[in-house]
């Protein structure tokens, strides 16, 4: 399993924003009773659905696995996987497995802890660098312009430094996690849920990273890795996310081919993410899946 390397070129943190502002937009309020397929289209859905190349700056990549809806994944909660000692079931196994896939999760779970107190840091080194900004002079506009854009900009650069070194220590517990051998467990709630809770911590860095189309493959992996996750609509919105990244930079480089097939797996996990947020006889997903079409049937113009 790849956690790293390249994807096709990234051209959005906001080809995605796009699709949660939009999903959650007036225009498809559940409440609505105007017909699908009349209404106009809103802004979001044309920025989704658009010809042209998403924008980067898209908010909704700042949101991955933050629906309230699914309170498991509050935003800012790193989880903290408990992993036995031993596992009964585990004692008709050879010892020396046991011992090295049990040793090769406790490194994993170390490593996703460790990336957990590295974002903690960031947070405390933020509020260190504001208490030094609040106190330089505004006595006039121009004066407290220039404290919210340096603000702004060490915000920025703090996050995205720790972001940086925290993925590389989920990559690593990842690695470590791939690593377990032993059937009953890789089969075992402990080591699930620890990488579950890996994957999801991944991705949240990813897309804030602005790299949503490197998020695709441990996403699929997260769809697999227990059935109640197939069943979470947040994977589906992301990877539509992710997809639509994809889509937009197989388009601007002329490869025909790959953009379709991107544009089918963005298309799918959006109808998906709708079916299950709000039912396939809801608005939102006749609004979505008439939108779809729309893309589908259409000749498309590739350079």
Not at 7 to 30: G, K, N, Q, Y
Not at 71 to 99: C, M, N, R
Not at 133 to 143: F, K, N, S
Request: negative net charge; glycine residues 2%; charged residues 30%.
């Amino acid at each position: 399993m790849m956690y790293s390397g390249k994807s096709l070129p990234v051209l959005s943190l906001a080809a995605s924003l796009s699709l949660l502002i939009w999903i959650h937009s007036p225009v498809l309020a559940e409440s609505s009773t105007e017909d699908p397929a009349a209404a106009e289209p809103s802004s979001e859905e044309n920025f989704f659905f658009s010809e042209d190349a998403p924008e980067p700056d898209s908010p909704v990549l700042e949101k991955p696995f933050q629906d309230p809806d699914e309170p498991v994944h509050e935003p800012g909660q790193w989880e903290d996987p408990e992993i036995p000692s031993s596992f009964p079931e585990l004692q008709i196994l050879d010892e020396l497995s046991q011992k090295k896939s049990l040793e090769r999760m406790k490194k994993a779970r170390s490593l996703y802890k460790t990336a957990g107190d590295l974002m903690r840091d960031a947070g405390k080194e933020f509020e260190e660098a504001k208490k030094k900004i609040d106190r330089l002079p505004a006595q006039y506009e121009w004066q407290e312009q220039e404290k919210k854009d340096r603000l702004e900009r060490e915000k920025r650069q703090i996050y995205s430094r720790y972001r940086n070194k925290a993925v590389s220590y989920l990559i690593e517990s990842m690695k470590q996690l791939e690593k377990v051998q032993n059937p009953e467990i890789q089969k075992s709630e402990p080591y699930l849920n620890l990488k579950g809770a890996a994957i999801r911590e991944y991705v949240k860095l990813q897309f804030q990273n602005g790299n949503a189309g490197m998020t695709i493959s441990v996403l699929e992996e997260y769809l697999q890795l227990k059935k109640e996750h197939s069943t979470e609509p947040e994977p589906y919105r992301l990877l539509a996310i992710a997809y639509r990244t994809q889509e937009a930079s197989a388009k601007e480089s002329g490869r025909e081919e790959i953009y379709r097939e991107m544009q089918a797996r963005k298309n799918q996990n959006i109808l998906k993410y709708a079916e299950l947020k709000f039912g396939k006889d809801s608005y939102q997903y006749k609004r979505l899946k008439i939108q779809v079409d729309r893309t589908t049937v259409q000749p498309v113009s590739v350079p």
